[in-house]
């Protein structure tokens, strides 16, 4: 007579279960972390903060001045691109619309940054203390 074969033992069950129960709580952790909202456009030319703009609904054109000739960005529906640049491979340009805190446009050649900045959702302050090292 034949034993029926296990495909998995006690212990087995014990380490898919624990891994289970991990990942889930992790991925609950990170569904429930507060999401940055963007506010404003941060543009930087030779690494100084030039320009801030907030991000609007409404269609804007600028022009930011560079060493090699300068910009165009464009804001619309709370997103923000470059539309034209004097640089060669026009890379800048080729990154297309960006909208979430933490994306950024560079341009090398143009030596310029443009990045989104975001607001935390629950008010508090950038300033407060996180922790203390003694």
Do not use: H
């Not at 940055?36 to 991000?55: N, Q």
């Not at 300068?70 to 470059?82: S, Y």
């Amino acid at each position: 007579m034949r034993r029926k074969r296990k495909y998995f033992k006690i212990g087995d069950l014990i380490i898919y279960s624990f891994f289970i129960i991990f990942f889930t709580g992790l991925g609950l952790k990170i569904m429930n972390l507060s999401q940055e909202r963007a506010s404003k456009v941060e543009i930087y030319v030779d690494s100084e903060l030039k320009y801030v703009y907030p991000l609007q609904k409404e269609e804007r054109d600028i022009f930011v001045d560079t060493n090699i000739g300068g910009v165009n960005v464009k804001f619309k529906d709370n997103m923000v691109r470059v539309t034209s640049s004097n640089s060669p491979l026009k890379l800048n340009v080729k990154q297309g619309w960006i909208k979430d805190p933490g994306e950024v446009i560079i341009g090398v050649p143009d030596r310029l940054l443009i990045k989104i900045v975001g607001d935390k959702g629950d008010n508090t302050d950038s300033d407060d203390i996180d922790f203390i090292v003694r």
